[in-house]
C-alpha cells in the first residue's frame, strides 16, 4: 500500500507538472477563439490526466487479480490510454519550452535595447500581448507534432506491436568450424505471452511461420516467455511447436519468468507456489520443444565438428535477479571451442563476459528497445530511451575486440500496449568461417 501511495503520488506529480506548463501554451493557442470554444478546449485538455489517475486507482484495487491472471485486457486498456494522453503532452511542452525561450530572448533584447537607448523599459506582458501572435511558431509546430505523436501512439497499440520484421546480420568468426559456416541462427526473445489478447494468435502465428521460412539451423529463444506465471503460455504451446530448426530449439529464462513479481520470494509462504509455477514454465518449454538451459552447456554437431552452446538463468544489473551462474554453466567445456552464450540480459556481457571469458557470440533480449525509438539505418539514425534505463546496448549488433553482442528488441511488449517505431524482431545471424 505504502509503495502504491508513494508511486501515485510520483505520477500525480509528474502529470500536473506536465499539465501546468503544456496549458500555458494550450492558453496562448486559444486567445483568439471565441468564449464557448475556448473553455471548452480548456477543460478537456484536464479531462484525460483526471482520468488516468482514476484509472490507475480502479486497477492497484484489482491488480492481486489482474497479475495473478493470464487476461492483461484492462491494464493494458488503462497503460494505453494513460500513454495516449500524456505522451502528446510532453512532445507539445518540448515546443511550448523552446517558444517561451524565444519570447524570453526577445524581451531581453528589447530591454537591452531600451536601456542602451535610455528609453522606458516596458512592461514584459504589455509589450508582448500586442505581438502575442507572431511568437506562437514552436507551439503551433508542437500541436502538429503532438496530434503526430497521439496518431502514430494509435497505431503502434492497434498495428505496431504485429509488425513484425526479419533482422539480418552476418559475422565472420577466425575459429569457427568450416562445417558450422553459414549456419543459420534464429534468434527470438520476450515474447510475453500474457500480453497478446484472444485475437492475436492469427498475428503471432503469421510471424512464426516466417520463422520456418527463415530456414533456420538453429532457433534460440533468450527468455522472457511469461509476464508473471506459467499459465499465460499455455494457449501457445501448439503454435511454438511449430517451430523446425535441423540442430534443434534452445531456450533460457528471462527476469519475468521466475513469478518473483507476483510472489515474493523471500517469504517461506510462496516457496511451493514458485517451485509448481517454475515446473509448469518448464514443462511448457519441453512442450514447445525447446530445449531449457538451466546454468549448463550443450554441444551442436555437424559432419563430426562441435561448437558449444551455453544458457544461463537471468542475470541483471541492479534490482533484477541473479540466477545466472556463468561458472557452472562453462563446467567441463571442451577447451579451445568456439562458444555461443545465451544470457537474457545485456548488462550480463558487460558485467562478467566481455574481456573475461572465452565467449565468441553472446545473444540477449530484455530491453524491448523501450518499444518507443526511431530508427532508419541508411541514414544511421538509432534512437531510443533504453540508454536512459542504463541500457547503452539496447538493440542489435555490438563488437568489442573479437567478442560479439547481438540485443534482441523482443517479439512481445509489455507495460504499453503496442510498439512505436521500435517493430517485433525475429533475428537471422548467418556465422560464417573466416
Known amino acids: 500500500m505504502t509503495k502504491f501511495f508513494l508511486f501515485i503520488s510520483v505520477f500525480t506529480v509528474f502529470t500536473l507538472i506536465i499539465d501546468f506548463y503544456s496549458y500555458q501554451g494550450i492558453k496562448q493557442l486559444t486567445t483568439k477563439y471565441s468564449d464557448f470554444w475556448r473553455k471548452l478546449w480548456r477543460r478537456l485538455f484536464w479531462l484525460p490526466s483526471i482520468v488516468s489517475i482514476l484509472l490507475i486507482v480502479i486497477v492497484f484495487i484489482g491488480a492481486d487479480k489482474e497479475v495473478k491472471g493470464s487476461n492483461f485486457k484492462f491494464f493494458y486498456f488503462v497503460t494505453g490510454f494513460i500513454f495516449v494522453s500524456l505522451a502528446p503532452k510532453f512532445v507539445f511542452l518540448v515546443f511550448h519550452f523552446f517558444n517561451d525561450l524565444v519570447r524570453i530572448g526577445k524581451w531581453i533584447a ?22 502575442m501572435t507572431r511568437f506562437q511558431f514552436f507551439n503551433q509546430v508542437g500541436l502538429g507534432a503532438a496530434a503526430l505523436t497521439m496518431g502514430a501512439t494509435f497505431y503502434g497499440i492497434f498495428k505496431g506491436k504485429y509488425d513484425f520484421r526479419v533482422c539480418e546480420e552476418s559475422i565472420s568468426f577466425p575459429n569457427l568450424p568450416k562445417s558450422f559456416s ?3 541462427i534464429v534468434q ?31 532457433i534460440f529463444f533468450t527468455g ?63 512442450r514447445m520443444g525447446f530445449r531449457l538451459l538451466k546454468n549448463e552447456n550443450v554441444e551442436l554437431e555437424k559432419l563430426g565438428e562441435k561448437i558449444s552452446l551455453i544458457g544461463i538463468e537471468n542475470w541483471g ?57 526511431v ?31 547481438y540485443v534482441n528488441r523482443g517479439f512481445g511488449f509489455l507495460g504499453f500496449p503496442g510498439r512505436v517505431g521500435i517493430s517485433p524482431e525475429i533475428t537471422l545471424i548467418t556465422i560464417f568461417s573466416a
Open 110 to 131: 528589447k530591454k537591452l535595447k531600451q536601456l542602451l537607448t535610455k528609453n522606458e523599459v516596458t512592461n514584459f506582458q504589455e509589450a508582448e500581448s500586442d505581438k
Open 182 to 184: 553459414g549456419l543459420r
Open 188 to 218: 527470438i526473445s520476450d515474447a510475453h505471452l500474457g500480453s497478446f489478447l484472444d485475437n492475436s494468435f492469427e498475428e503471432v502465428d503469421a510471424a512464426l511461420k516466417r520463422i520456418n521460412d527463415l530456414n533456420p539451423d538453429v
Open 224 to 286: 522472457d516467455l511469461v509476464n508473471n506465471l506459467a499459465d499465460e503460455a499455455e494457449p501457445w504451446v501448439n503454435y511454438f511447436q511449430q517451430l523446425r530448426a535441423p540442430l534443434g530449439k534452445f531456450s533460457i529464462l528471462g527476469n519475468h519468468d521466475y513469478a518473483e513479481y507476483v510472489y515474493d520470494p523471500s517469504d517461506p509462504a510462496n516457496a511451493q507456489t514458485l517451485a509448481d509455477n517454475m515446473r509448469q514454465l518448464e514443462s511448457v518449454h519441453e
Open 317 to 373: 544489473k541492479g534490482r533484477f535477479s541473479k540466477h545466472g551462474k556463468l561458472d557452472v554453466a562453462m563446467t567441463n567445456m571442451p577447451q579451445n571451442s568456439f562458444n555461443i552464450l545465451l544470457s537474457h540480459d545485456p548488462s550480463h556481457w558487460e558485467a562478467q563476459v566481455l574481456g573475461q571469458q572465452n565467449i565468441d557470440l553472446t545473444l540477449s533480449g530484455h530491453t524491448h528497445g523501450a518499444q518507443f525509438g
Open 375 to 405: 530508427e532508419a539505418p541508411m541514414l544511421h539514425i538509432k534512437v531510443s530511451p533504453s540508454p536512459w534505463f542504463g541500457y547503452k546496448r539496447w538493440g542489435g549488433l555490438y563488437q568489442e575486440g573479437k567478442q560479439y553482442l
